[in-house]
């Protein structure tokens, strides 16, 4: 059973910068992914960022593009989300998710993940 931990969110001002964690416990099969999601009040939860460690390759939404980077530890089990130039309209709460046997194609369907944090509040200021 994979178990996924999320830290380092918090509040912050417009133009500001934050990093998410996320640590993995438990043991993935095949080509897996970890990705980030996100929820703001009244909402759908929504992709924001994804990593396969197999061949390294990542994915954002457009809505971040340029701005969020995802990155992973494999020592450490551990993925990150820099997140740069926030906006208040990145405020929402911050989910961890991981899946087993991946492709590049579902990375963005929350559907698809069975493995899910807690979740991080990040809040932007005006």
């Known amino acids: 059973q994979v178990q996924l931990v999320e830290s380092g969110g918090g509040l912050v001002q417009t133009g500001d910068s934050l990093r998410l964690s996320c640590a993995a416990s438990g043991r993935f099969f095949g080509t897996y992914a970890l990705s980030w999601f996100r929820q703001a009040p009244g909402k759908e939860r929504d992709f924001v960022a994804a990593?396969?460690?197999?061949?390294?390759?990542?994915y954002y939404a457009d809505s971040v593009k340029g701005r969020f980077f995802i990155s992973g530890d494999n020592a450490k089990s551990t993925v990150y989300l820099q997140m740069n130039s926030l906006k208040p309209e990145d405020t929402a709460v911050y989910y961890c998710?991981?899946?087993?046997?991946?492709?590049?194609?579902?990375?963005?369907?929350?559907?698809?993940?069975?493995?899910w944090g807690q979740g991080t509040q990040v809040t932007v200021s005006s």
């Open positions: 998710a991981g899946a087993d046997m991946m492709s590049q194609y579902s990375v963005g369907r929350a559907s698809r993940y069975p493995y």
């Open positions: 990593i396969i460690p197999t061949g390294g390759h990542t």
